[in-house]
């Protein structure tokens, strides 16, 4: 059962195309990079020319219309790099399977899904605009393709018409809330489950870009996130967050707050350093996994040897990390309560799921009824075709027998079939036989019959025996009593 999996990427354009000047042997095979299958690569200045071109010169001259030149936008990539709330574009990395199916006999069934995948993407996301799709395959992994796109939100009120929008993207794709990317998520993967279905495999979530390393790589990883967050939190200063303005509307009686941009910015470095702190606990808990992991496996491997003592030692490592486990879980309360949400959407997923198998299943026996039927009638047709084309042969050879005996009466000088003296009329009947019947072979392809009666007169050993000649001693008379029928 192999998995699949959309993880974020990095996003790193160069890197994807090979064009960086250092090479990491550890990466990839630059031997094998030219298996690599660059399906688009378009610069992303061009990109956003192409996408954002008209939107811009139409909000500048607007800018100019209302007396504020000083508001256009001479270049929209810069004016969204140096955006906090948006990103020049993302990164999906997609794959199907994992490094330990590059070896085995559906490897090519995998390639088949991932190409399948990357072809229809732009069909399915028409608001994600991919700029570079490239498939990897000179990496000691699965094979994966990074699809590099700019989220594009349209028929925009304010600022650009045309405009660079993750959340605007996936609203007009249908996909709004709290939860519109993770729903937007389980579409993909639900369509990744109906390729794998149609090629014959069943569907496995995988985990991201971590279902392609090992545990140590995975591990690695993970120390690495939290020494980076450790060392922002270190160079960041955690300021108290500042009590707001509170005014009352005297007519509607609603309350607003008043925040001055000093303010503003002192409670957004609170949330800064307050993500940074939750991407640290993050990356020590799932270092955290990787431990309990690799020591559940040692307490697996002891527990099917005599030795005790060192099972023993292993239960305690086990306990101080399940302990120390204990105590980040309960950071994580209100992760699990969502997940228990999503729990239980998962399990209604899964009994629809069971239903459609179901109906899958009684559709493909009774397919398979219909399917045994049709090729029983095939075969009986395939008889009796090969039946009649034997007898239809038959019996043009058989006229190509008539037609060459026939012949003899005109044309034989040493068997004594030829007749005397023929007439002009009994001559023509003859030939008119032989172009009668070589016309006919012709006409219903046999043509090599057609030429043998053109070009060759003769008794046909399986006429030979039916042929009768006249005795000597026989009479006139005798020979002259047999009736014959004759057709005029």
């Not at 700019?150 to 405009?163: Q, Y």
């Not at 040692?298 to 302990?323: C, F, G, H, I, V």
Request: hydrophobic share 30%; aromatic share 8%; charged share 35%.
């Amino acid at each position: 059962m192999p998995t699949v999996s959309i993880a974020k990427g990095r996003g790193y354009l160069n890197h994807n195309d090979r064009s960086i000047d250092r090479v990491s042997e550890k990466s990839w095979d630059p031997e094998s990079s030219r298996k690599n299958v660059i399906c688009r690569n378009i610069p992303i200045q061009d990109a956003y020319n192409q996408i954002f071109g008209k939107a811009l010169s139409e909000y500048n001259q607007r800018q100019i219309d209302v007396n504020h030149p000083e508001r256009q936008i001479k270049n929209y990539y810069d004016h969204i790099s140096r955006s906090k709330q948006e990103k020049p574009f993302y990164e999906f990395v997609v794959a199907f399977g994992n490094m330990n199916d590059k070896d085995t006999e559906i490897y090519p069934v995998l390639q088949r899904c991932l190409d399948e995948y990357i072809t229809n993407f732009d069909e399915r996301n028409p608001n994600f605009k991919v700029f570079q799709k490239i498939v990897h395959l000179d990496e000691k992994g699965i094979d994966h393709a990074h699809l590099d796109f700019i989220p594009v939100s349209t028929h925009n009120k304010r600022g650009l018409s045309v405009k660079n929008s993750f959340r605007g993207a996936l609203k007009e794709m249908g996909y709004t809330g709290k939860t519109a990317f993770l729903d937007w998520r389980q579409s993909e993967e639900k369509y990744m489950a109906e390729i794998l279905e149609r090629h014959g495999l069943e569907f496995e979530r995988g985990s991201g870009r971590d279902e392609h390393l090992n545990v140590r790589q995975y591990q690695a990883e993970a120390r690495e996130i939290n020494r980076l967050a450790q060392q922002k939190l270190k160079n960041m200063e955690l300021p108290s967050i500042p009590e707001p303005e509170i005014k009352t509307n005297p007519i509607t009686k609603s309350e607003s707050v008043k925040l001055s941009k000093a303010e503003f910015d002192k409670i957004k470095q609170v949330i800064d350093y307050q993500q940074t702190q939750i991407t640290s606990l993050e990356a020590q808990k799932s270092d955290l996994s990787a431990k309990l992991k690799n020591v559940e496996l040692k307490l697996d491997t002891a527990r099917k040897k005599p030795y005790m003592r060192e099972n023993e030692t292993l239960t305690q490592e086990l306990k101080k990390e399940s302990d120390f486990s204990e105590k980040l879980t309960k950071k994580y309360e209100k992760l699990g309560n969502e997940c228990v949400e999503l729990r239980k959407s998962c399990n209604k997923l899964k009994k629809e799921v069971s239903n459609l198998h179901q109906e899958n299943n009684d559709l493909k026996k009774e397919n398979s009824s219909q399917f045994r039927k049709i090729k029983e009638l095939e075969r009986k047709i395939s008889d009796i075709s090969l039946d009649f084309h034997y007898k239809l042969t038959r019996a043009y050879v058989s006229i190509k027998t008539i037609v060459q005996a026939v012949g003899m009466l005109k044309y034989d000088k040493d068997e004594g079939y030829g007749i005397e003296n023929i007439t002009d009329k009994q001559e023509r009947l003859i030939d008119g036989v032989s172009e009668y019947g070589s016309a006919l072979a012709k006409e219903n392809e046999y043509p090599e019959l057609a030429k043998q009666m053109d070009k060759k007169v003769g008794i046909d050993e399986s006429i030979e025996s039916f042929v009768k000649l006249p005795e000597p001693e026989r009479t006139r008379e005798s020979r002259s009593s047999r009736d014959w029928d004759m057709e005029l």
